[in-house]
């Protein structure tokens, strides 16, 4: 499906089709604990979901340390999409709460309970609560790698330089 746009340039009237921006997709959610709060876009420009804690008690973030955060929700994605987890800028910059292995992966066969791993890199220790925004999900489409073994590689100015090579 796609959206005819008809704009005028240079003297002459062009149509272009685009995708159609915005529909989304239609993700399956199974809420698995009474309390479980789903992820909702907080702006309309938003591009991450919010996600929420779902915890029978609060949850203490020492500084340094790390904690795996429950949100009561499963999720069916579809194939060819994966949904990322990642930080909170506010949550991350105010008090050094981040997604420990951001972006975290969520693949579309996986059925369990969507869980998020945070590590505390604030100076103090942070208190979780039930329905707290501890996280972003972001849905995304993937394509598949088919690896093509072979004995040389095309050349590039960069070359083999890596871990900073650019500059700082």
């Known amino acids: 499906m796609g959206i005819r746009t008809l704009a005028y340039c240079g003297g002459q009237l062009h149509l272009y089709w685009r995708r159609s921006v915005g529909l989304g997709i239609t993700v399956n959610v199974k809420k698995l604990r009474p309390g479980a709060v789903l992820p909702n876009y907080a702006t309309a420009g938003a591009v991450g979901m919010d ?89 995304a489409p993937v394509l598949r790698a088919v690896l093509s073994e072979t004995n040389s590689l095309s050349e590039t100015n960069r070359g ?3 871990f900073g090579s650019t500059g700082l």
């Open 51 to 139: 996600l929420r804690a779902c915890l029978d008690a609060p949850l203490l973030a020492v500084a340094g340390g790390i904690v795996t955060v429950p949100t009561g929700l499963a999720f069916e994605i579809p194939a060819g999409y994966e949904f990322q987890v990642r930080s909170r800028s506010g949550l991350a910059r105010k008090n050094g709460l981040a997604v420990l292995n951001s972006p975290g992966t969520i693949d579309s066969d996986y059925r369990g309970e969507l869980a998020v791993v945070l590590i505390n890199l604030g100076g103090v220790p942070f208190t979780i609560r039930h329905g707290d925004r501890i996280a972003q999900l972001v849905c």
């Open 160 to 162: 083999d330089g890596g």
